[in-house]
């Protein structure tokens, strides 16, 4: 199985700054699966990257994904204020379980 | 429009049973694999289980495995989760969600409240 963590747990910062959210594998996802969602209160998570770098639809350019192997990032170029949720990273290569990480926690500062 | 709306779950006894249903919609159904997923309250995501989209291929967390079977009609455009043996730390939200090997979750239902108490 392999297990993703993220990092950091919480992340405070003010709109308009940049965010950078990290999530690591203990072994190398195959072909770049590896996607990232945003989950807000009381909501149902919300696709955001996939193939490591691809905007799913509807998402706007200021996120934008990166990374392959093991170490894959989530970047968030300007925050706006309905960017603030929690964000998730999965891996949903070749080979089940398909794991999530624990999260990170992205709050207004 | 895609949707994706589940049913079925409720209150049951440690041991007991339920079974999930995820109703399609807006999209052919038979063209895409299919999970479920899971969020106890105030914690994360797990992915519990999924199924190709012929229905050929199975796989499940080792948590649920043997207690839990995914199937789905391609006909009525249903995806199911049938839970056996629940044990408290099933209580979750499970939500139904477009997606499985080698493809992200990319739709995802509402979800559906199951509690396991006695």
């Known amino acids: 199985e392999i297990v993703l963590t993220q990092s950091p747990g919480t992340l405070s910062l003010s709109p308009g700054e940049r965010a950078t959210l990290s999530c690591r594998a203990s072994q190398s996802v195959s072909s770049g699966y590896l996607a990232w969602y945003q989950q807000k209160p009381g909501q149902a998570p919300r696709l955001v990257i996939y193939g490591a770098s691809r905007r799913a639809t509807g998402i706007p350019d200021r996120f934008s994904g990166s990374g392959s192997g093991t170490d894959f990032t989530l970047t968030i170029s300007r925050l706006e204020p309905e960017d603030f949720a929690v964000y998730y990273c999965?891996?949903?290569?070749?080979?089940?379980?398909?794991?999530f990480g624990q999260g990170t926690k992205l709050e207004i500062k | 429009e895609e949707q994706l709306v589940e049913s079925g779950g409720g209150v049951a006894r440690p041991g007991g049973s339920l079974r999930l249903s995820c109703a399609a919609s807006?999209?052919?159904?038979?063209?895409?694999?299919m999970s479920w997923v899971r969020q106890a309250p105030g914690k994360g995501l797990e992915w519990v289980s999924g199924?190709?989209?012929?229905?050929?291929?199975?796989a499940y967390a080792d948590s649920v495995r043997g207690r839990f079977t995914i199937s789905r009609d391609n006909v009525k455009n249903f995806l199911i989760l049938q839970m056996n043996g629940l044990r408290a730390e099933d209580t979750a939200l499970y939500h139904c969600a477009r997606g499985f090997l080698g493809g992200p979750l990319d739709y995802w239902g509402q979800g559906i409240l199951v509690t396991v108490s006695s």
């Open positions: 999965q891996q949903y290569g070749s080979s089940p379980p398909f794991t």
């Open positions: 807006g999209f052919t159904f038979d063209d895409y694999g």
């Open positions: 199924i190709k989209r012929s229905g050929d291929t199975t």
